[in-house]
């Protein structure tokens, strides 16, 4: 079995007082949230729970003395069927239920995780390689092709819709009234306000369409080099009716929705194979 005086690090002679100075230092170490929520910080947390509330309380902690000393006479009591036995075994099993939940939580907390960074970071770098690039797909496509891209685009939309306004409702919340929040002390759940979350959004994409541009700008002959192959099949922007700079704003608009559904389609096929 396990000791408990050893996981808190104190004697077997401590008393209460002692017990809970070990805690509360090693609680402050070991805390999911100070170790980013790992799951080995998890595990160790919850021993180090169930090691406390079992030495701070007289009956838990004179039962466990008695298993440690049966155990070090070469036997134990967990398998018989008196009452201390049938009671460690069922507060044995809450608390692996209890541990078992907690890592499922947080398993499922970081794949939430991941897709909102998925996300967000392939919104961000596709209006960077679509303002640094300027892709002509649309002009060098036929009616097949334009109808494919027209599909995915619509798509896209509705799942990058979707997809933020479950992070917003998931990890932002909207600050209370001053007043309201000077009676009543409630500390809000989500760990960002909404209106960083859209500062966050909208500065992240003014970032990755500027430093597009900029890149573009300095490197276009390069680019204009890899789009050699469209050329072809585009026509010009005065040929068409509209200027380069409506052909960008619209491909800035157009691309990278279908850039976020595919990179998000294929992290979920990824994700399940991985789990399965």
């Known amino acids: ?3 408990y005086y050893q996981i808190l690090g104190v004697k077997r002679s401590a008393s209460s007082t002692e017990i809970k100075s070990a805690y509360r230092q090693l609680a402050r170490k070991r805390h999911p949230d100070v170790n980013r929520g790992s799951e080995k910080a998890q595990r160790e947390f ?3 729970s169930l090691a406390y509330h079992t030495l701070i309380d007289p009956q838990e902690r004179a039962f466990h003395d008695q298993q440690l000393d049966k155990q070090r006479n ?3 009591i967990l398998d018989s069927d008196n009452p201390h036995a049938q009671r460690a075994r069922a507060a044995q099993a809450r608390w692996d239920r209890v541990v078992n939940q907690i890592l499922e939580n947080d398993r499922r907390e970081n794949t939430a995780r991941q897709r909102a960074v998925f996300t967000t970071v392939s919104l961000f770098l596709s209006t960077f390689f679509v303002a640094m690039i300027k892709p002509p797909l649309w002009q060098s496509f036929g009616l097949v092709g334009r109808a494919i891209l027209a599909t995915l685009f619509l798509a896209g939309i509705w799942h990058l ?3 933020l306004r479950e992070y917003f409702s998931h990890y932002t919340y909207k600050p209370d009234p001053i007043h309201f929040s000077i009676t009543e002390e409630k500390s809000p759940t989500q760990p960002f306000t ?4 859209y500062a966050f959004l909208v500065g992240g994409y003014g970032v990755s369409l500027g430093l ?4 573009g700008w300095q490197a276009q002959d390069f680019f204009s080099d890899l789009t050699m192959l469209f050329r072809h099949h585009v026509t010009t922007g005065t040929a068409t009716g509209f200027s ?3 052909l960008i704003v619209s491909d800035l608009i157009f691309y990278p929705p279908i850039a976020v559904l595919i990179i998000d389609t294929m992290h979920a096929i990824a994700s399940r194979i991985d789990a399965g």
């Open 1 to 3: 079995m396990t000791d």
């Open 46 to 48: 919850a021993l180090l």
């Open 74 to 76: 070469g036997r134990s």
């Open 161 to 163: 819709i979707k997809r």
């Open 194 to 197: 909404r209106f960083s979350a």
């Open 212 to 215: 597009g541009l900029l890149i």
């Open 244 to 246: 380069p700079t409506a």
